[in-house]
């Protein structure tokens, strides 16, 4: 006979069981699951993002223990390589849509976030040029020791030139976080980060999404510009080449007409020189 203890360990409650079941079910129905990291996102944004998610995907941020079981219990070992891409901070969104098009919308569905003391600048940040809301006092010294260069209009502060105050790559200091908070700056974004995705359809892990929509729309323009001349080039017809076939096969025609009228030409004999 087992044991009293031992029983009480082995027994898992109904609540988890549930959880597990939902996730099971999840896995096996929905053609995307996608991992995402939701490190340093604060409650009352993480809750303002799921909303907006609604209708595109369910979000869920189960233990790890739960999530484990779900997937062991489905049998499928491509679903298995989620388990690698599960760290400390992260959600589970399940969809019908594609991986790539959800991480898009995880991109977009970013929002602007104030700068912080010791975080790393991802780009140069700049204070602009421009009129301030800041009145004289404290301010002028503050924008001073950053190098700022100011002047009083209408009894308020307007920033003369330009001045970066974080560089690329480097922490940002108390005294320009300060600042940029109190003009209203916002250099950073926060939201869920796209990191791994499941095709459940194609059977497919992706264990990259590094998914960037203003690289991507320029590196199709390229190739588009690049492919366009070498399709007029080979005669391939499509309706975007075939103005530029009909033209080009018109100037082809009136060159040969032109050879053609050169060629057909007899040259004139001097009848002196026949006699």
Known sequence: MKSKS?????????????????????????KTILIASIKNIPGSQFQEISKKLRGKAIVKVPKKNLIFRAIDSSKNEEINKIKEKLGDSYALLFSDRDCFELAIDLIKNKSPSKAKAGQIAQ???????????????????????????????NGKITIKAPRVVAEKGKKIKQEAADMMSKLGIKPFSIGFVPL?????ELKIF??????????????????????????????????????????????????????????????????????
Not at 16 to 29: A, D, G, W
């Open 6 to 30: 031992t029983a009480k360990s082995t027994h898992i409650p109904e609540k988890k069981k549930k959880e597990v079941s939902t996730l099971s079910n999840l896995l096996k129905e929905k």
């Open 196 to 200: 791994a995705a499941f095709d459940n």
């Open 123 to 153: 780009e140069d940040i700049e204070i602009p040029a421009g009129p301030t809301e800041l009145v004289p006092g404290p301010a002028i010294s503050e924008l001073g020791s950053l190098g700022i260069q100011i002047q009083i209009e």
């Open 206 to 275: 992706y264990p990259e999404m590094n998914v960037n929509p203003e690289k991507t729309l320029e590196d199709l323009r390229g190739a588009y510009g690049k492919a366009l001349p070498f399709s007029v080039q080979i005669g391939y017809a499509t309706p975007e080449t075939i103005t530029f076939l009909l033209g080009k096969a018109g100037a082809h025609e009136k060159a040969l007409e032109k050879l053609e009228k050169t060629e057909n030409q007899t040259p004139e004999v001097n009848s002196e020189e026949n006699k």
